[in-house]
């Protein structure tokens, strides 16, 4: 059975989990604190000295991105086609691209600051804003509603459902939940990700970040 080790926290491991859960086969979710973490590691159990890590029956997968894909080919969440697997690993890139920007704001110790970081990332035209915006057109020009355009849901929906909406769950300082409605088209975007029946069954639980995935999350503001 595969399992995936990492904190609480959706984080870099939410991606491979919810690819695990959409596969239909039965995976296990380990959490650890940090002392878990730091056992793992002394132990010698992490490739590159990191969580999260993907455990399989041939062996330890480590980075966030080549667990995701793994998962995702699992799920059949990937493409035959070279063309369109290539347009979903662009839009993957594109989200990490703007997701670079949003990083160094972890490293600025004063709240005020960090705060103050963050916001200036989503003024109209920098570079939070303008991805945001960008998944929008995406969406807006799938005439599927997947972002990648692709028949049913592919890993490009995946990352971009789970990195967008985590954004606003409170967990970051700055960012409120408010600053979602500022992208309608994204809001459009969450009740379809969020209404396919396995994503809407796996977040259904009370849980103090996930609930940004839950059908109704955005609709009370
Ligand atoms: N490139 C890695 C980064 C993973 C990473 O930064 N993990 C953090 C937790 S979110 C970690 O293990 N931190 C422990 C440390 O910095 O000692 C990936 O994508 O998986």
Redesign the pocket.
């Known amino acids: 059975m595969h399992e995936v080790i990492y ?1 609480e926290a959706p ?2 491991a939410e991606p491979t989990r919810l690819c695990l859960e959409l596969s239909g086969k039965p995976w296990k979710n380990t959490i650890v604190d940090w002392d878990g ?1 730091q056992e793992l590691k002394e132990a010698g159990e992490l490739p ?5 890590v993907l455990k399989t029956s041939q062996g330890t997968i ?4 080549a ?1 995701m894909r793994y998962a995702a080919s699992l799920a059949g969440l990937d493409s035959d086609d070279l063309y369109t697997q290539g347009k979903i690993n662009e839009i993957i890139d594109v989200i990490d691209g703007w997701r670079a920007h949003f990083t160094p704001t972890f490293y600025i110790d004063d709240l005020e600051e960090r705060c103050a970081a963050r916001k200036a990332l989503f003024e109209p035209g920098a570079k939070m804003d303008a991805g945001l915006k960008d998944l929008e057109t995406l969406f807006e020009n799938s005439s599927t509603g997947w972002i990648a355009g692709t028949e049913g849901m592919s890993l490009a929906d995946v990352k971009a459902f789970l990195n967008t909406f985590m954004m606003f769950s409170g967990q970051f300082d700055g960012i409120d939940e408010g600053m979602i409605q500022a992208y309608p088209l994204l809001l459009e975007y969450h009740k379809k990700v969020s209404n396919h029946p396995s994503v809407k069954s796996y977040y259904d639980i009370e849980d103090k970040w996930r609930w940004v995935f839950k059908p109704d999350a955005f609709s009370n503001q």
């Open positions: 904190f984080g870099y973490y590159w000295g990191f969580l999260p480590a980075e966030s991105g667990m």
